[in-house]
C-alpha cells in the first residue's frame, strides 16, 4: 500500500525560530505535492503546493523544498508565530489523480 | 469565487441511527467533489467522488453511501450508524482547471454514542 510518512508527530518551536516537517512518499511517479494547514474544528486549508519539476517553493514565511531522487518533501516555517500552531499535513500525488495525506503533524510554537 | 458549505455543522447520533450530511459548492460548475473522513488527531481519508451528477465512485467501504443529486450537491449518508463512524468529515472539490488543488469545507463533526 502507498504511504506518505510524515514527521515528527508533534513539535514545539519557540517563537521567533524556523519549524522544519518532513514527509517521504514511495510512489516515484507521483508529481504534485501539497501541504495543508489545520486548525481545530476547522477543515484544511491549502498553504503551498509544490510539482515535481521545482525543487523549491516559497510563500512568504513558507517554503517547501521538493527532493525527487530522496522523494522527499519539507516545508520550513521561518519566523514561526504562535498563530501559526496548528496541525500541519504533507500530501503526495498527482495534479490530476489521487492524492494520499500523510499522518500530520502538530506544531505548537511558544511564546 | 468558489464557496463550499457543509450542514449541519455538529451532530451528536445514537448508534443504529441514520445519517445524512451534505455539501454544496457554489461558483464552480461541474466540480469534482470528494468525501473524506478524519478520525480524531488523524489523517485524512478518502471516502468517495463524484465527477458529476448522479455519478459516485466508492474509494473505502465504511458502511456509508454518497450521492450527487443536483451539479452543486454532494450527500453522504447511512441507515444505521457505527462508533466507529465518529469523526470529521469532509466536503472537498480539486480545481483541475488549475494546478490540481483540492479545496476543503468546513467539515461536520459527527460523535456516535
Known amino acids: 500500500q502507498q504511504q506518505v510518512r510524515q514527521s515528527p508527530q508533534s513539535l514545539t518551536v519557540w517563537e521567533g525560530g524556523t519549524t522544519v516537517l518532513t514527509c517521504s512518499y514511495e510512489?516515484?511517479?507521483?508529481?504534485?505535492f501539497p501541504w495543508y494547514q489545520q486548525f481545530p474544528g476547522e477543515g484544511p486549508a491549502l498553504l503551498i503546493s509544490?510539482?515535481?519539476?521545482?525543487d523549491k517553493k516559497e510563500d512568504g514565511r513558507f517554503t517547501t523544498f521538493f527532493n525527487k531522487r530522496e522523494k522527499k518533501l519539507s516545508l520550513h516555517i521561518i519566523d514561526s508565530q504562535p498563530g501559526d500552531s496548528a496541525t500541519y499535513f504533507c500530501?503526495?500525488?498527482?495534479?490530476?489523480?489521487?492524492?494520499?495525506f500523510g499522518q500530520g503533524t502538530k506544531l505548537s510554537i511558544k511564546p | 469565487a468558489q464557496t463550499i458549505h457543509q450542514w449541519p455543522v455538529a451532530e451528536i447520533k445514537a448508534v443504529g441511527s441514520p445519517l445524512s450530511l451534505g455539501c454544496t459548492i457554489k461558483?464552480?460548475?461541474?466540480?469534482?467533489l470528494y468525501w473524506y473522513w478524519q478520525a480524531t488527531g488523524g489523517t485524512l481519508q478518502q471516502l468517495f467522488y463524484?465527477?458529476?451528477?448522479?455519478?459516485v465512485e466508492s474509494v473505502v467501504q465504511l458502511n456509508l453511501s454518497a450521492s450527487r443529486p443536483k451539479d452543486d450537491q454532494f450527500i453522504l449518508s447511512t441507515e444505521k450508524l457505527l462508533l466507529s463512524h465518529s469523526g470529521f468529515y469532509l466536503c472537498?472539490?480539486?480545481?483541475?482547471?488549475?494546478?490540481?488543488?483540492?479545496?476543503f469545507g468546513e467539515g461536520s463533526k459527527l460523535t456516535v454514542l
Open positions: 472537498a472539490w480539486r480545481d483541475w482547471g488549475g494546478a490540481g488543488q483540492l479545496y
Open positions: 510512489d516515484s511517479t507521483f508529481n504534485y
Open positions: 509544490i510539482l515535481s519539476v521545482s
Open positions: 500530501a503526495a500525488g498527482y495534479n490530476q489523480g489521487k492524492l494520499i
Open positions: 461558483g464552480k460548475s461541474s466540480p469534482n
Open positions: 463524484s465527477i458529476t451528477v448522479g455519478q
